[in-house]
């Protein structure tokens, strides 16, 4: 009897299905979202009453579920929560910035946060090169430093699809950057004051380098009120860089696949994501809505961690070594370096 794999699919129509049995409609996805709904609670409750970061606190529970995973009744529920559900997630994420929060840096300071990301990105990449790895993981692991941590891990792996990045590669990419973003919130506000830098450089500082909004926000403001403002606005302007970044991946991998000349793809949930930051900038949207949108997007985004890791193939993840973490610790330093530099020239 062949193991049951579960349905995976890139935005180009790489599509594997190797489920034989019969569709059964919404019913199918009730076993495994209610058991993703279970670890997610579990994970939110560790996460507000400990202190520790939500997504980190999902993904470990997940992958203490991952013997559920034997079952193949969860697995219509598991793939449409880590892949349904996480696009939706995504989202939702535009809600949380407008145009005008981005034009209030300035062409400067907006322009040097857009050279940080790629040159973060291309980091990771060329880390993962150095040693060996797949391109796959390198942009992963680039691309969840630069932009905005756990989130666009899981939107650059749908992106990526099985073929150039697997279930193991993103679980271990997840851990990675949970920890060094919490590393970060503890560690970046002292030393930004050892380094006397003032509250508007500082909160450049942070918000242009710690990978996690949640974060970001809570290590600027611990550093000075004005400093979380400014945290806030730069790293909510990597989050809106999350788009295109994703578009320019997507016409590279298009070009790489020897795919014919044509227009940029675009995924469904991109074009969402700046339909919704577009309508956050220009339409007075009542404040309990907003702040319903960052919950629905945040519960969204856990559901997937908490699937992605109940899925993931522990024997694989066990076996990627520690190699395998040094794109997010390259990334990481030189993220830190660049934003460093901007911080103390143009700010």
């Known amino acids: 009897m062949s193991q049951y794999q579960p349905a995976v699919a890139d935005l180009f129509g790489e599509l594997y299905e190797h489920d034989p049995g019969p569709k059964r409609g919404w019913a199918a996805l009730v076993p495994g979202l209610f058991v993703t709904g279970v670890a997610a609670l579990a994970a939110a409750y560790l996460s507000e009453h400990y202190g520790a970061p939500l997504m980190l606190m999902g993904l470990l529970i997940g992958l203490a579920f991952n013997f559920a995973n034997a079952d193949a009744r969860l697995h219509p529920g598991l793939n ?25 840096l300035g062409w400067s300071s907006f322009i040097a ?38 989130s666009a891990a899981l939107a650059l792996s749908t992106l990526l699809g099985e073929k150039r990045s697997s279930q193991a590669q993103l679980t271990l990419v ?33 918000g242009a380098s710690i990978h996690d909004v949640a974060q970001a926000l809570g290590a600027g ?23 295109p970044t994703l578009a320019v991946i ?6 790489g696949g020897g795919a014919k000349a044509g227009p940029i793809t675009v995924p469904w949930f991109v074009l969402g994501f700046l ?16 702040d319903l949108s960052h919950r629905g997007a945040s519960a969204l985004l856990l559901l997937a961690v908490v699937a992605t890791g109940i899925k993931s193939p522990m024997q694989l993840l066990m076996q990627q070594g520690w190699r395998s973490s040094m ?3 390259g990334a990481t330093v030189i993220s830190f370096l660049l934003s460093l530099l901007v911080a103390m020239l143009l700010v």
Not at 80 to 104: C, D, E, K, P
Not at 221 to 243: D, H, M, P, Q, W
Request: hydrophobic letters at 60%; proline letters at 3%.
């Open 80 to 104: 449409f929560a880590s892949r349904s559900l996480l696009r939706w997630g995504i989202m939702l994420v535009g809600a949380q910035i407008t145009f005008a929060q981005i034009a209030s």
């Open 113 to 150: 946060i857009a050279l940080i990301l790629s040159a973060v990105t291309l980091a990771g990449l060329g880390v993962a090169r150095l040693f060996g790895l797949p391109s796959g993981l390198g942009i992963l692991a680039g691309g969840s430093v630069a932009i905005c941590g756990a």
């Open 174 to 206: 997840l851990v990675c950057v949970s920890a060094a973003s919490a590393f970060a919130m503890s560690s970046y506000p002292a030393l930004a004051s050892t380094l006397h830098l003032s509250d508007r450089q500082a909160g450049f500082l942070i």
């Open 221 to 243: 403001y611990s550093f000075s009120n004005e400093a979380g403002e400014t945290a806030t606005i730069v790293k909510l302007t990597r989050v809106a860089l999350l788009a």
């Open 250 to 255: 997507a016409l590279v991998l298009q070009r």
């Open 275 to 290: 339909g919704v930051a577009a309508v956050n900038s220009f339409f007075a949207i009542p404040p309990a809505v907003v």
């Open 327 to 329: 794109p997010v610790v």
